[in-house]
């Protein structure tokens, strides 16, 4: 079956947002074995839209069509698709009263406009939309069956496959259920991760394992098909015992979970709280932590700043070098005046020079709680982003590590030292 992507949006078509929900679907695909043939982006234009509607009608057998269903004027999804397929709208009374109902949990009125989201072309395929006001819809234009999806990119990856990716399959002939089984690692390359797991696939023929680098992380993915849910979980059960074996420490979560959330739970479960000191990150420590749900909870201080000798000020230390003593000293100090039962300090001392890829950063991590206080010290190289986003990530992995009773000072691939 051949299938094509088509990304509507003006701001997708100039490069103002960059179009990352074209390469979450195009991989999600890929792993089901359902193959992407052609690729298409179009901006907020009618007569640009059914051109492209009609094209990709004359040479795809599905086509997922990703944005314009909002309630302004630009958003042009529903009305191109009924006239590609030569009905008229209607309104969709049931999804009305969702979207009315949705507003009114939140002590809001509806506005007008947002009717517009309701009327789909007659005779269309409902497609639910669990969390937001875009629903979707299947309709047949010409020989090819679209699938409409919205741009919020939560809404389009929950949509996709709970309810797109289902019909695709169903519909090449290949019915049954997917499941892609992620591990998010930090520490080991990609081509590292390829080896120690080159022979996972031929453990279980029929699931494929695959890798998405976006440093400082890596995505280790097992994707598979299959009859039920049961079956899957028989079949992925050996397997993800076998990758945690083999990737052992460096594995920092699964699936939806991130490294923050992973020690926010682990400070959770022990009752305790944390503070954390940071320089040259951006706060970028406390920044992820912060975000999720509950952490207002847990994080009793942050203190950044980008000189030594203000930071020995803010936290009554003395001197003004960036050093593994000195990190110690800050933890430690920090937990004491917090009254936190954690402390991380990340002090970073970055090369002089132009930014350039042999600049690097020395990173000194101080860790104090209640069975004392211990220090991790490493050296990056990349350039100052490639510096500052790996001590933000060391900084929270050598927490995790700590709380959770792992060596804090295994080497990472990254290291230069």
């Known amino acids: 079956m051949r299938i094509e992507i088509l990304c509507t949006g003006d701001e997708i078509l100039t490069g103002k947002t960059i179009n990352t929900n074209y390469a979450h679907m195009a991989q999600r695909l890929g792993e089901a074995g359902l193959e ?18 009609r094209l990709a009608a004359g040479r795809a057998d599905a086509v997922i069509v990703n944005g314009g269903l ?20 209607v309104l969709h009374t049931e999804w009305l009263a969702r979207m009315e109902a949705f507003y009114q949990r939140r002590n809001r009125v509806m506005p007008a406009n947002n009717k517009k989201q309701a009327m789909l072309p007659e005779g269309c395929e409902f497609i639910d939309n669990p969390i937001g006001t875009a629903c979707g819809f299947s309709v047949l234009i010409g020989q090819a069956r679209f699938y409409f999806t919205p741009g919020v990119p939560r809404e389009m990856k929950k949509m996709l496959d709970e309810q797109v990716m289902p019909r695709l399959l ?44 976006h440093y400082p992380q890596l995505e280790t993915k097992l994707a598979v098909r299959g009859a039920t849910h049961a079956e899957l979980d028989a079949l992925l059960a050996p397997l993800e015992a076998e990758v945690r074996r083999r990737l052992g420490n460096y594995i920092l979560a699964e699936d939806a979970a ?42 009793r201080r942050g203190v950044l700043s980008r000189d030594a000798a203000q930071l020995g000020a803010l936290l009554g230390l003395p001197g003004d070098a960036f050093s593994a003593a000195t990190a110690a000293a800050a933890a430690q100090a920090l937990r004491a005046q917090s009254g936190a039962s954690h402390a991380v300090a990340v002090l970073v001392s970055l090369d002089a020079g132009a930014d350039a890829m042999q600049i690097g950063g020395d990173i ?39 709380l959770l009773g792992l060596p804090v000072d295994e080497k990472l691939d990254f290291e230069r030292r």
């Open 36 to 53: 992407v043939v052609w690729g298409t982006t179009v901006g907020d234009d009618r007569a640009s839209l059914l051109s492209a509607f």
């Open 70 to 89: 909002g309630p302004t004027v630009d958003d042009l999804s529903q009305e191109v698709a009924a006239e590609a397929a030569g009905v008229g709208l």
């Open 170 to 213: 169903a519909r090449a002939g290949t019915p049954g259920v997917t499941r892609l089984k992620r591990f998010h690692s930090f520490g080991i390359g990609e081509s590292r991760a390829d080896e120690m797991l080159h022979d996972i696939e031929a453990m279980a023929p029929g699931v494929k394992l695959g890798f998405q680098a």
């Open 258 to 299: 991130s490294l923050e959330s992973v020690v926010l739970d682990a400070l959770r479960a022990r009752g305790g709280s944390l503070a954390v000191a940071e320089t040259f990150t951006s706060g970028g420590i406390a920044t992820r932590l912060l975000h999720v749900n509950g952490a207002e909870d847990l994080f």
């Open 364 to 402: 000194n991590i101080g860790l104090a709680d209640a069975d004392g206080v211990i220090v991790r010290e490493a050296r990056l190289l990349g350039g100052r982003e490639w510096v500052r986003l790996g001590a933000i990530e060391m900084g929270l992995d050598s927490l995790r590590r700590r």
